[in-house]
Every structure is written in structure tokens, then in C-alpha cells.
């Protein structure tokens, strides 16, 4: 069975730093993995997906990578805006390509 | 882009009662959608998959009975919690995948909270 775990489970950075987002999986046959936001009460926003073929994904100041043999991925954030404050998830298919299998979040906080 | 429509977005009611829950894809056809159930400071789990003219996919553990999906239509799945109790208080998302990709599109959620 797949798990997803991320850490940390809640980050508090100044404005400004670079940061690091973890994210751990059980099986590594995966077809791909996604990286979401999420605000508070509200539906994900999807940020990055990376295919099981690459290692890495970039979209402005977000960098993801993927190593599926050690089973991690990271979200890169650079520059980090207290707009960036959210709830960070990762997620993989578990079975059926868009029936995904969420980890367990980071909560991030950007102090301006 | 595409949207998914979630309605309500907050919902109280009382215990015994039943609640209905819309999502709707506004500018494409979604013969699936996935319905996620969070709790509070947790992740999303996977309650159901609605599959547009036939039954809906239940996960282990889920109650079909108490929560009912239909998806009558290739726009509209929707989620009926019925006869509600305090512990079904939950925040309830939505998701339709971009017919032939792996982009999945999100509704904004629906916070139950039973009284």
C-alpha cells in the first residue's frame, strides 16, 4: 500500500530565505507525482508535475525534483513571499493515473 | 482554463439530516470525479471515484450508504451525506481530470460542520 509522508509538518521562514519542501513515498512505480496548494478552506491549486521520466520541474520561483528509486521528491521555493503561505501537498496515483494518494502536508508560514 | 464548481462552500446543520454537495466542471465534460474527504490539519483521503452514468468506486472503509454519489451527467457529480452526525463534520473536496491528461482540476471544498 502506498504512503505518502512529508516533511516538515509546519515550517515558519522570514520573507525572503530559500526553502526546502520534503516529500517521502513508499512504492516507487509511479507514474508521476504532483506538488499542490492548498489556502486555508479552500480547494488545491496544482503547482508542478513532474513525469516519472525527469528529474526536475521549474516554475518561477518553484523547482521540484524526483528521485524515484530513493522515493523522494523536494519542492525548491526560492526568494519566499509571505504570499507563499500555505499548505504544501504532494501527491502519486495509487492505481488509476488521476486517483491520487495525498501526503500528509506542510504548513508553511512566511514572516514579512 | 478549466474550472470546477463546488457548491455550497460552508454548510451547519443538524444532526439527522441531510446534506447535498454539487461539484460541476463548467467548460469541459468530466466522466469521472473524485471526492476527498480532510479533516482538520490532515491530508486529503480518497472517499470516492462518481463514474458519469454507472455506480460510483467506493474506497475501503467508506459507507456507501451514508454517502451517496451520483453522476447523472458529464458536468455535474454530486455527493449527498445523509443523515448527518457530528462525526461527518469534514471538510469535502471535489476533482475532475482534463479528459485525457493527468491535470486534475479542484472544487474550493465544502466545509460541513454538524450540529
Known amino acids: 500500500k502506498q504512503e505518502v509522508t512529508q516533511i516538515p509538518a509546519a515550517l515558519s521562514v522570514p520573507e525572503g530565505e530559500n526553502l526546502v519542501l520534503n516529500c517521502s513515498f513508499t512504492?516507487?512505480?509511479?507514474?508521476?507525482l504532483q506538488w499542490f496548494r492548498q489556502d486555508p478552506g479552500k480547494g488545491l491549486t496544482s503547482l508542478l508535475l513532474?513525469?516519472?521520466?525527469?528529474r526536475e520541474q521549474t516554475s518561477g520561483r518553484l523547482n521540484a525534483s524526483l528521485d524515484k528509486s530513493s522515493g523522494r521528491s523536494t519542492l525548491y521555493i526560492a526568494a519566499s513571499q509571505p504570499g507563499d503561505s500555505a499548505t504544501y501537498l504532494c501527491?502519486?496515483?495509487?492505481?488509476?493515473?488521476?486517483?491520487?494518494?495525498f501526503g500528509t502536508g506542510t504548513l508553511l508560514a512566511v514572516q514579512p | 482554463g478549466a474550472v470546477v464548481s463546488q457548491h455550497p462552500s460552508r454548510v451547519i446543520c443538524k444532526s439527522g439530516t441531510s446534506v447535498k454537495i454539487e461539484c460541476r466542471s463548467l467548460?469541459?465534460?468530466?466522466?469521472?470525479m473524485f471526492w476527498y474527504r480532510q479533516f482538520p490539519k490532515k491530508s486529503l483521503m480518497l472517499m470516492a471515484t462518481?463514474?458519469?452514468?454507472?455506480?460510483?468506486?467506493?474506497e475501503q472503509g467508506v459507507e456507501k450508504d451514508k454517502f451517496l454519489i451520483n453522476h447523472a451527467s458529464l458536468t455535474l457529480s454530486t455527493l449527498t451525506v445523509t443523515s448527518a452526525h457530528p462525526e461527518d463534520s469534514s471538510f469535502y473536496i471535489c476533482?475532475?481530470?482534463?479528459?485525457?491528461?493527468?491535470?486534475?482540476?479542484f472544487g474550493s471544498g465544502t466545509q460541513l460542520s454538524v450540529l
Open positions: 476533482s475532475a481530470p482534463w479528459a485525457g491528461t493527468e491535470k486534475l482540476f
Open positions: 512504492d516507487s512505480a509511479i507514474y508521476n
Open positions: 513532474i513525469q516519472s521520466s525527469q
Open positions: 501527491a502519486v496515483p495509487g492505481g488509476a493515473t488521476n486517483k491520487l494518494i
Open positions: 467548460d469541459f465534460q468530466a466522466t469521472t
Open positions: 462518481s463514474n458519469e452514468g454507472s455506480k460510483a468506486t467506493y
